[in-house]
Nanobody, 125 residues
Framework: QAQLVESGGGSVQAGGSLRLSCEAS????????MGWFRQAPGKEREGVAT???????RYADSVVGRFTISKDNAKNTLYLQMNNLKPDDTAMYYC???????????????????WGQGTQVTVSS
């Protein structure tokens, strides 16, 4: 049973940056695919970025060139560096792990079975 704990959210102005962290238990960051998802009020949860065990990444079109997903297996921590933030990026951000996959880069939230509690990101114009 993996536990995921996000941190690093906050309020910033458009154009600003934030770095989200997700501390994971059980050494899971080195063993399975992990991802970041977000959900804005009234909208469905959407995949933002994912990373597999080898460090290969995939991003949603809306964040390409602005967000970077990375991980530090020694610290069992997943990161999401978010630059040039826009008001449309405002959402609750969740860290997730897909314990059944090591290589697939899926942005479908239904494929992930471990979730953190979320951290709020608010971007003002």
């Amino acid at each position: 049973q993996a536990q995921l704990v996000e941190s690093g959210g906050g309020s910033v102005q458009a154009g600003g940056s934030l770095r989200l962290s997700c501390e994971a238990s059980g050494g899971i960051t080195s063993r399975v695919c992990m991802g970041w998802f977000r959900q804005a009020p009234g909208k469905e949860r959407e995949g933002v970025a994912t990373i597999n065990v080898s460090g290969t990444t995939r991003y949603a079109d809306s964040v390409v060139g602005r967000f970077t997903i990375s991980k530090d297996n020694a610290k069992n921590t997943l990161y999401l560096q978010m630059n040039n933030l826009k008001p449309d990026d405002t959402a609750m951000y969740y860290c997730a792990a897909d314990s059944s996959r090591q290589w697939s880069l899926l942005l479908d939230s239904n494929q992930y079975n471990y979730w953190g509690q979320g951290t709020q990101v608010t971007v003002s114009s």
